[in-house]
């Protein structure tokens, strides 16, 4: 026979509801009115659950492209700071304490180069924020990296790249796959 989670007196089941977190005897009035708040709650919780659901599809449908750019751009970073894990600034050669993912032609600048793996190096904090991309330093190092004749692509001139919602989520996918490759050695 089981106890009742309030009372602790043993009960009879009655109600094929009356086991697990419902185990109480419903012989009094307290140990209904607890039951009755323990169901309460119970319905609660799935109702907000169920809220939260709806709620991260209204949020999906609101967003713009400019949210899944923000995306994308926030998984391509910390995917080029594993990728350069290890190594040092591009542009002082000094350790970063603090690890940035510094693009060499700026992302307002030339967009087309926004997500282009060779245009995209770990940076400190310092070189990339402060010293606003060291950018003699980084060219200089840049071309010790991936050569003259790929540094001079990057700083010529390029098609304006207008990647859709549905190309925007491939690609955050694909880095979100290789980040989780990187982090699996």
């Known amino acids: 026979m089981p106890r009742c989670?309030?009372?602790?007196?043993?009960?009879?089941?009655?109600?094929?509801n009356q086991i697990g977190k419902y185990r109480?005897?419903?012989?009094?009035?307290?140990?209904?009115?607890?039951?009755?708040?323990?169901?309460?709650?119970?319905?609660?919780?799935?109702?907000?659950k169920e809220w939260n659901k709806e709620k991260k599809v209204r949020k999906e449908k609101l967003k713009t492209r400019s949210d899944y750019l923000k995306e994308l751009q926030t998984v391509f970073n910390k995917w080029v700071r594993l990728r350069d894990q290890g190594n040092v600034c591009i542009s002082c050669?000094?350790?970063?304490?603090?690890?940035?993912?510094?693009?060499y032609r700026?992302?307002?600048g030339t967009p087309a180069l926004r997500f282009h793996e060779?245009?995209?190096?770990?940076?400190?904090?310092?070189?990339?924020?402060?010293?606003h991309g060291n950018l003699i330093e980084y060219r200089k190092n840049l071309i010790k990296k991936i050569g003259v004749d790929k540094v001079d692509w990057l700083e010529g001139s390029h098609e304006p790249l207008k990647l859709t919602i549905p190309e925007l989520i491939i690609m955050k996918e694909e880095y979100k796959e290789r980040i989780r490759s990187y982090e699996r050695k």
């Open 5 to 16: 989670l309030h009372c602790s007196e043993k009960f009879v089941k009655r109600y094929p």
């Open 24 to 48: 109480y005897c419903l012989s009094n009035s307290e140990c209904i009115s607890v039951f009755n708040e323990v169901v309460k709650t119970e319905q609660e919780k799935k109702k907000q």
């Open 93 to 103: 050669q000094k350790e970063a304490k603090k690890e940035n993912a510094g693009h």
């Open 106 to 108: 700026s992302v307002g």
């Open 118 to 131: 060779e245009n995209c190096w770990l940076q400190c904090e310092y070189c990339n924020t402060f010293l």
